[in-house]
């Protein structure tokens, strides 16, 4: 039998309807027989919560419990694009948002692809090549989907991506890419980013170009 997890507004605490139920009831002035009604009520609320809403891509099982999964929309912007297809996405399925800085912005020389002695262009020819972050996510562990935004360089995800990405251990996490770009498609990007992060549970991505976003979005996280 599974029990929705029910958040009580104490710090970091997460228990089942009925444990809930147990732990106040008793500190009510009401009768044994009425508590005993009120836990059943409660219980058979869960049971109902966990048949009607739970199956949805918004909770996650676990050792027959389920519990709310969070959702993580990572991004690399360079000019703007990517970032407002991301908080977009974020507008319409609730995730957080998190940007991925580069600890030395590029300048406007930076990202001129045909000099070829621009940062942008030593980068993209330097496969180790991995260009330091910022700011690190605040406690990684929380989420169980992230979305990996980014433009395409190059037929493939900025160097900077492959940071992030070696960044953290994203075993058992799912990740779900999506681009923007003026004409290159994503599979190579695709193909490039499981090589970089083979742990995780990678979903098909897919190149956004404004207004299908959010529908896109809300599709897959389903799906």
Not at 51 to 64: E, I, P, V
Not at 74 to 99: C, H, M, N, P
Not at 144 to 172: A, H, K, N, Q
Request: proline share 5%; charged share 20%; aromatic share 10%.
């Amino acid at each position: 039998m599974s029990f929705f997890i029910c958040n009580y507004k104490e710090p970091n605490l997460h228990i089942c309807c009925s444990e809930a139920v147990n732990r106040f009831l008793p500190r009510l002035p009401i009768r044994k027989n009425i508590q005993q009604h009120m836990l059943t009520q409660c219980q058979n609320s869960a049971i109902l919560f966990t048949m009607t809403q739970c199956q949805n891509s918004d909770y996650t099982k676990s050792k027959g419990v389920y519990v709310m999964s969070k959702t993580l929309i990572a991004y690399f912007s360079a000019s703007g694009v990517t970032a407002r297809t991301a908080k977009q996405i974020a507008d319409a399925t609730g995730a957080d948002l998190y940007e991925i800085l580069p600890a030395e912005p590029y300048t406007s020389a930076d990202l001129d692809w045909l000099d070829k002695k621009s940062r942008s262009t030593l980068e993209m020819n330097d496969p180790s090549c991995r260009p330091a972050i910022a700011e690190p996510v605040q406690d990684m562990a929380q989420y169980d989907t992230v979305m990996i935004g980014f433009p395409i360089w190059w037929y493939v995800e900025p160097r900077i991506v492959d940071t992030f990405l070696e960044s953290y251990d994203f075993s058992g996490k799912t990740l779900i890419p999506f681009a923007t770009s003026g004409g290159s498609g994503i599979e190579k990007a695709e193909r490039s980013l499981k090589e970089h992060c083979p742990a995780a549970s990678w979903k098909k991505g897919a190149l956004l170009k404004g207004t299908d976003a959010s529908d896109w979005a809300n599709h897959i996280l389903k799906g």
